[in-house]
């Protein structure tokens, strides 16, 4: 008697259990030829996000993997406005948003490899005062 109620309760408790059915996310790849693809993602431009500085008659812009020269147009100079507005002194950098041209054709005055040319600015946006490590010399 005591075997057959295990057995039943072993049974029970198998047959009890829920069947999880795992369901797979297949997420498609937007290609380079897709219909699906939006007018910006076609556009030649690439967002870039990163520490921006205008110092000098040069700008650099520092993403979290690469460092780019920046050619002066029309378009730094507004970015260089707006950013402005968040800089304590001038050689601060603010962090930016922009979408942009990128290249690596030679230019006399840009010595960066990679350079890009501003289209679109995004944002604009303050520094953020723990990453802001710079050391002053002199008083």
Known sequence: MKKLVTLLFCLTVIVSC??????EKTE?????DSPEK??????????????????DGAAVLQTHADIYG???TDKM?????????????PTDMVQVE????????KDEQILWEQKVEIIE???VSPPKDEENDV?????
């Open 121 to 123: 600015i995004l944002k």
């Open 28 to 32: 498609e790849l937007i290609g380079a």
């Open 70 to 72: 920046v050619f002066v």
């Open 77 to 89: 100079h507004e970015l260089n406005k707006q950013a402005e507005v968040y800089k304590k002194v």
């Open 38 to 55: 939006t007018a910006k993602q076609s556009d030649g431009l690439t967002l870039l996000k990163g520490d921006f500085v205008y110092f």
């Open 98 to 105: 922009i979408r942009g041209k990128i290249t690596d054709k």
């Open 135 to 139: 050391v002053k010399l002199g008083s």
């Open 18 to 23: 829920k069947k999880e059915a795992k369901t």
